[in-house]
């Protein structure tokens, strides 16, 4: 005879042996004692959470001849009965039964007395699966059952059932079991069994089954067909295709850090050593959402199923991480997930996803922004902006130096726009109720430039302290003008995104918050270099050179 499975042979006999599911045992024990049943039941829960155990309990007890406390007895006639197969007790998977004319025949058998015990059950796996027909044949009878009749549906997604189904049950929903839970069980049934399997080796078989005893199990006897009664940790990886939490750790440490050597070497380790990169993606994505809880909540050890030694070493990580370098990680690891199944050689999505995460700089999206700030603020401050003041010349490499003795034109030193093309986004409109900045009068001459460049990379100093993101939108610009209170601040022609970038109002205030530091009562006025220059050079082609433009 064949070697039945864990799952099958350590089946839970009793309410009292069904783990994790205290709110729905206690109810159902409580009703079988008083004898307060119902014509009909709905158990919804994801797989392997006890839906179809309970279910077969509850057949037991509400036949039991002599049940202790609303539990089934087993020694009775009627409990040897069910357990070994009576016609009264009738289970139907609606998955392979789900025509009208299979609920016909089920109503058919309902109305008919039981042949050997107090109740005729039907239990109705994955109904969910039933026609719309199938469901409207059911309902009335469902409803108004004969009084010798109990009906026991389970299902998995409950959503797809119809309402009307829904309000003739009383629902009951099994949770999904927790590390403990599982671990706890896993211990008893190898017990049982005369095996064991280490503690560690335990917990990652409870993490891989995702809630569901039934998976834990499963897995559990994979392990011991493939190393014996005798399962270590390293037996549990190698049976499952999985990787160590150590491998983990080094692989998102390389990947946070920037170092795309290491992390390409770590998965050149996975692969060599014959593991799913499927499984190795998603447990990754599993190790990142830790460390993103970790930095978020702090200790939270109750959210993440861990142990306390892990939760420290997860906090340890944590702590010199940023959350944008550790989300852009996430978006890029949970892309590639998706998209694996569709390359034949899953190592080179894998290997690009660690390089962008590694380099930022070569993606255009907000997410990079943000993790290309972090990492450049987890590095050496070399590149940070000095403290005193700074002369123009310094503060924008590629631009000329401003002669400050050179007498300025109608519309100042280094203006090349129309001051009617410019794109204006006055920092008081932050402010509701302060009027917009108008373009100033272009007679009254300005003030050198090299002041508004100087002033302006002292502003610019200013916003780095107070938000590094906000200063990469800002980083390559340059203060062109200061006339009239009004300081000009220029974006290069193909950094249109990050003038954009600086239209929220969360940005705007903190650029005025800077320049209020730095000078008081100076309001802002930014624009894009190319706009004035396209639009002067039309102009000239329509009206000659001698065209001036003021």
């Given at each position: 005879?064949?070697?039945?499975?864990?799952?099958?042979?350590?089946?839970?006999?009793?309410?009292?042996?069904?783990?994790?599911?205290?709110?729905?045992?206690?109810?159902?024990?409580?009703?079988?004692?008083?004898?307060?049943?119902?014509?009909?039941?709905?158990?919804?829960?994801?797989?392997?959470?006890?839906?179809?155990?309970?279910?077969?309990?509850?057949?037991?007890?509400?036949?039991?001849?002599?049940?202790?406390?609303?539990?089934?007895?087993?020694?009775?006639?009627?409990?040897?009965?069910?357990?070994?197969?009576?016609?009264?007790?009738?289970?139907?998977?609606?998955?392979?039964?789900?025509?009208?004319?299979?609920?016909?025949?089920?109503?058919?058998?309902?109305?008919?007395?039981?042949?050997?015990?107090?109740?005729?059950?039907?239990?109705?796996?994955?109904?969910?699966?039933?026609?719309?027909?199938?469901?409207?044949?059911?309902?009335?009878?469902?409803?108004?059952?004969?009084?010798?009749?109990?009906?026991?549906?389970?299902?998995?997604?409950?959503?797809?059932?119809?309402?009307?189904?829904?309000?003739?049950?009383?629902?009951?929903?099994?949770?999904?079991?927790?590390?403990?839970?599982?671990?706890?069980?896993?211990?008893?049934?190898?017990?049982?069994?005369?095996?064991?399997?280490?503690?560690?080796?335990?917990?990652?078989?409870?993490?891989?089954?995702?809630?569901?005893?039934?998976?834990?199990?499963?897995?559990?006897?994979?392990?011991?067909?493939?190393?014996?009664?005798?399962?270590?940790?390293?037996?549990?990886?190698?049976?499952?295709?999985?990787?160590?939490?150590?491998?983990?750790?080094?692989?998102?440490?390389?990947?946070?850090?920037?170092?795309?050597?290491?992390?390409?070497?770590?998965?050149?380790?996975?692969?060599?050593?014959?593991?799913?990169?499927?499984?190795?993606?998603?447990?990754?994505?599993?190790?990142?959402?830790?460390?993103?809880?970790?930095?978020?909540?702090?200790?939270?050890?109750?959210?993440?199923?861990?142990?306390?030694?892990?939760?420290?070493?997860?906090?340890?990580?944590?702590?010199?991480?940023?959350?944008?370098?550790?989300?852009?990680?996430?978006?890029?690891?949970l892309a590639v997930q998706s998209k694996l199944r569709?390359?034949?050689?899953?190592?080179?999505?894998?290997?690009?996803?660690?390089?962008?995460?590694?380099?930022?700089?070569?993606?255009?999206?907000?997410?990079?922004?943000?993790?290309?700030?972090?990492?450049?603020?987890?590095?050496?401050?070399?590149?940070?902006?000095?403290?005193?003041?700074?002369?123009?010349?310094?503060?924008?490499?590629?631009?000329?130096?401003?002669?400050?003795?050179?007498?300025?034109?109608?519309?100042?030193?280094?203006?090349?726009?129309?001051?009617?093309?410019?794109?204006?986004?006055?920092?008081?409109?932050?402010?509701?109720?302060?009027?917009?900045?108008?373009?100033?009068d272009p007679g009254v001459p300005p003030e050198p430039?090299?002041?508004?460049?100087?002033?302006?990379?002292?502003?610019?100093?200013?916003?780095?302290?107070?938000?590094?993101?906000?200063?990469?939108?800002?980083?390559?610009?340059?203060?062109?003008?200061?006339?009239?209170?009004?300081?000009?601040?220029?974006?290069?022609?193909?950094?249109?995104?990050?003038?954009?970038?600086?239209?929220?109002?969360?940005?705007?205030?903190?650029?005025?918050?800077?320049?209020?530091?730095?000078?008081?009562?100076?309001?802002?006025?930014?624009?894009?270099?190319?706009?004035?220059?396209?639009?002067?050079?039309?102009?000239?082609?329509?009206?000659?050179?001698?065209?001036?433009?003021?």
């Amino acid at each position: 005879m064949a070697r039945r499975a864990l799952y099958r042979e350590y089946r839970p006999e009793t309410f009292r042996e069904v783990v994790g599911q205290d709110h729905i045992t206690t109810i159902l024990k409580n009703q079988v004692r008083e004898n307060k049943l119902s014509h009909a039941y709905l158990f919804c829960g994801s797989r392997g959470t006890g839906k179809t155990t309970s279910a077969k309990i509850l057949s037991r007890a509400v036949n039991c001849l002599d049940p202790k406390d609303g539990e089934p007895c087993g020694a009775c006639a009627a409990c040897r009965l069910v357990k070994a197969g009576s016609a009264d007790v009738i289970e139907i998977d609606a998955a392979s039964n789900n025509s009208v004319d299979n609920v016909r025949t089920l109503i058919e058998q309902a109305q008919f007395a039981p042949l050997e015990l107090r109740y005729r059950v039907f239990i109705i796996d994955e109904v969910h699966m039933l026609s719309n027909a199938a469901f409207n044949a059911l309902l009335k009878t469902l409803e108004e059952p004969p009084k010798h009749v109990l009906f026991i549906l389970a299902t998995t997604e409950p959503q797809k059932l119809p309402a009307t189904i829904i309000s003739r049950c009383q629902r009951f929903d099994f949770h999904r079991l927790t590390i403990a839970h599982i671990v706890a069980n896993l211990t008893a049934v190898l017990e049982k069994a005369g095996a064991s399997i280490e503690p560690n080796g335990l917990r990652l078989i409870a993490r891989a089954a995702d809630g569901g005893m039934r998976d834990a199990l499963s897995l559990a006897d994979q392990c011991l067909s493939y190393a014996g009664n005798t399962v270590s940790e390293q037996d549990v990886l190698n049976a499952l295709g999985t990787v160590s939490s150590a491998v983990l750790e080094d692989t998102a440490g390389a990947l946070l850090s920037g170092s795309a050597n290491d992390a390409v070497r770590a998965l050149d380790e996975v692969v060599r050593n014959g593991r799913d990169l499927g499984v190795f993606l998603a447990d990754l994505a599993k190790h990142f959402r830790a460390l993103l809880l970790a930095k978020t909540c702090g200790d939270c050890a109750d959210l993440l199923d861990c142990t306390d030694d892990q939760m420290q070493r997860y906090l340890k990580v944590a702590k010199g991480a940023d959350e944008a370098r550790i989300l852009y990680a996430m978006e890029q690891i949970l892309a590639v997930q998706s998209k694996l199944r569709l390359f034949p050689a899953p190592r080179i999505p894998i290997e690009t996803a660690f390089l962008r995460i590694c380099r930022p700089a070569d993606d255009a999206s907000l997410s990079a922004l943000e993790a290309r700030v972090a990492l450049l603020e987890s590095r050496p401050a070399a590149a940070a902006p000095q403290k005193a003041a700074v002369p123009a010349e310094d503060v924008n490499p590629g631009v000329p130096p401003v002669n400050a003795d050179k007498k300025p034109s109608p519309r100042g030193e280094g203006v090349s726009q129309s001051e009617a093309d410019e794109v204006s986004f006055p920092v008081t409109n932050a402010d509701p109720g302060v009027p917009p900045v108008t373009n100033a009068d272009p007679g009254v001459p300005p003030e050198p430039a090299n002041e508004a460049e100087t002033l302006w990379a002292q502003a610019k100093q200013k916003i780095m302290e107070m938000n590094p993101m906000v200063y990469f939108y800002v980083k390559e610009t340059r203060g062109t003008a200061l006339r009239d209170g009004v300081l000009t601040v220029e974006f290069p022609a193909t950094q249109e995104s990050m003038l954009n970038g600086m239209r929220a109002a969360r940005n705007l205030q903190i650029a005025k918050n800077a320049i209020e530091a730095v000078r008081p009562k100076t309001e802002l006025s930014f624009r894009l270099a190319a706009l004035a220059n396209e639009n002067e050079e039309k102009l000239k082609a329509l009206f000659g050179s001698s065209l001036t433009i003021k």
